[in-house]
């Protein structure tokens, strides 16, 4: 065999051994029902619940405003309180769709971020601008 | 009033600019197919043509958009929600990439220079390279061509001369659609700073020069000329990582002083889409300077070079399709352009996979086989590390584009980016930092010199053992091994670093003796095994030093480590933290002009929240900065919170963090302020302040009966009546014959400073009326209640508030400036190198 096989072969090694543990290790998104008996810090989709008129319902303030807790359905329709420790995001009752990303601290989503979707066309998110 | 004749000119001017660039492609296409020599010079001059026009027409979009942004014309969408009236002109220019049209503008503007550039110095490649230019243009200016396709009702484009009204399904423009707004929504004010104005022109020259790397590929191969491509695209792709690469850092040094992202880099996917075809340009520089030396590593240059370019494409989809949505806090919107995004990338990609596949048999290969001890072996070795460096972070920042995939096919995949990104990307990552910073020391050696195992071992042994002296002596002072962060990773990655810049250093002093011209590659490196120490000492020791020690909780709602690593800080009581006492003493705005910070208690509002009045003189360091009554433009959204530091040592400064109503973002935002000395920052915001929007709670009204002159107590702070002035007149109120107003100045001796109130008390048609006064850093309000003259005494009100308060983390970062440092190094080594091999190919004959 030659060495540059050897090479060849060490390298095809590594990036499945990438590839393995990455892709084993990545948290997925998953439901309120799952989250609760995972381990890890996970990812859940879902929508927030609203009235007949279209209202979003279920959004508690705190009383200095910086931090909320809210109501969240999953995929599966399944209702949790969650806990976000950062003002109410603009936009936020008009999202689409919420994916938070944190875990259960007893019966409470912690979230330690949260990503909206929202339908506006026009609206861009713009944090940083670099790409 | 609609302005549309500059809309339209703009509007022209894209057009033109996208058919000029197709009319250039085809031209120089031509160009490069015949070999009739004059037909050749007729099509090239054809080719220039049009690319000069089109250079020209670009420049005729850059300079209509700024028209419109420069006289807010707010009629038009791009100018409403990027600008404002009162943005100062540098943000003007900053406006062209907050939106994504503009930032596609940018991009185009510097391939068009770059373009001219190329056809004065590339010889006889032109024909060729510019053809793929040309090809990238007329793809670019697509993008911002914003034109409808009737038949199959299909957009090309987003142009950035669309009207408000044609933006927006706003009620108004049915009622009258000439309504132009006021003002624009302006400019993201986290986003004034002037990083925005060079940071993102900087990534995307860094960006724009990757074409010329890919375009000499594309050119080798096409004409078969698999060698010689090398020495003038050598030096492009040495300016290109090293622009990419300050961009970059720029980015990072940005988040990490202003937008308090918690550190420089975050691993979010649109931070991992710059950084990962960097990688790969750094790669493949390694193989093109291998294969100057050996003329081996050829095709490992032609994938490489390849490579670079289509993830600077794929990093353009990623952060511009939406696809990311899920991921990131921070990539652009879909603007409907995903599929056109993803032609252009395709387009490329296949184009390139389909010309190396079919020449591939004819790329000469060396046959030799590799020594372990042949300098080959070992930058290869390099090179093979960075790639997997970048093939990791690429998988995982892949995962929505695998997602997507699999839902075309029918399948639910599932994978979500990790939770705990920087701690997911970081472990695997350090390992190959292992590698490099062994690689970048061992593999110099070989550089300039034959070696063998004997050879090796004599050159290798010194600075080996410099590397253990240093770092043992490193691990002892700092203490870092007992420390509770310490991980065996990190010791090796200090051991290797050192012996990185040990044994370059050893290198460079050779080389200086000969030739400074080839020190580059020396250069370069010692500033990588920098940044990695000041990388790993940054982010592994960082350390919380504002630990909450009172044993109270700051909010019973906010969690555990919330509560542990804040200080909650009244205005002037001072406390303690880790080596430091800290005293909150007060907030400021900031003026407009000079940027002077002026404190909120010696100015008085007006109407418009940006003027404010002065109550006082203000005076600093015995300059008048403004005189009473001045009236002083601010930036209201922006509020810096005082604290006074000590530490042990007696050293005593100041730090101004900021808070930032930001309602883009969705309210309060914090950047940081930072102490910093050379072996550690000291990083520190506030992290809660009181709701400014909600007015302070009072408590229930206390009497007390004071005497004039003689001391008394309010809520545990001296005072003291010190003077009566009747008054003639009130502001506000006529007084008539036989009405009374005094007014009571009453001193209170405040923790650090005294303060003086002056409450009024006044009886008007026998009705007795009472103006109180507050003071705000003590949380009191004190009102004149009556008089009693018989007894020369006043029954005074007062009220008590909670005390004006911050929530403050500081962190120390050590050795952080280690890593700036290390980055100027890299990228004069780069500097080096560039001058080193642009004169090699200008010498060429």
Sequence with gaps: ?131 | MIHGFVGGLGHLFVILSFVSALFAAISYFIAAKTDDFTKKEFWLQNGRGFFYFHTFTVIGIVASLFWIIYNHYFEYHYAWSHSSKHLPTHYMISCFWEGQEGSFLLWLFWHSLLGVFVIFTSKKWEAEVMTIFAIVQTFLASMILGIVIPAINFKIGSSPFILLRDALDAPIFKMNPDFVPEDGTGLNPLLQNYWMVIHPPTLFLGFATTLVPFAYVIAGLWKKEFKSWIKPALPWAIFSAAVLGLGIIMGGYWAYETLNFGGYWNWDPVENAVYVPWLILVGAIHMMITFNNSSTALKASIILVITTFILILYSTFLTRSGILGNSSVHSFTDLGMSGQLLIYMLFFLLGAIVLAVVRWKEIPTMGSSVSTYSREFWVFMGATVICMMGFHVLHVTSFPVYNSIATLFGFDLNLAPPAEPIKAYSNIQIWFAMGIAILSGTGQFFWWKKMDKEALKKVITPPIIIALLVSAFIMLVSGISNSEFFRIQYLLLVLFSVYSIVSNTFILIKISKTKYSLSGGAVAHIGVAMMLIGVLASSGYSKVVSLNNTGLLISKEADTSFNNENLLLFINEPRTMAGYEIIYRGDFYETVENGYFVNVNDLESTINPRYKIAINDIIENDIVLFNKSDTIEIAPENTYYQVDYKNESGEVFQLFPRAQINEAMGGLLASPDIRRKLTKDLYTHVSSIPNPDEPSEWGDLKELEVEYGKNFFVNDYVAKIEKIEPLSEVEGVELGDGDVAIKAHIKVMGESKDYTVAPIFLIKDKMVGRIPEEIADLGLKINVLNIFPEKNTFLLGVNTTQKKWIVLKALEKPLINVLWMGTLVLMFGFSIAMYRRYSEFKNQK
């Design chain 1, 1 to 131: 065999m030659k060495k540059s096989h050897i090479f060849a072969i060490g390298i095809i090694a590594i990036a499945i051994a990438i590839i393995v543990s990455t892709t084993g290790d990545a948290s997925s998104y998953v439901t309120f029902e799952e989250a609760k008996v995972s381990e890890t810090k996970v990812h859940v989709v879902g929508t927030l619940p609203k009235n007949e008129k279209g209202d979003v319902e279920g959004i508690y303030p705190s009383d200095d405003k910086l931090s909320f807790s809210f109501i969240m359905l999953d995929e599966n329709n399944q209702q949790q309180q969650v806990f976000y420790n950062e003002p109410i995001p603009t936009d936020f009752k008009r999202s689409e769709q919420v994916v938070i990303v944190g875990g259960y601290q007893g019966d409470i989503f912690v979230a330690d971020k949260i990503l909206l979707k929202c339908p506006s066309k026009y609206q861009e998110e713009k944090v940083n601008a670099s790409v």
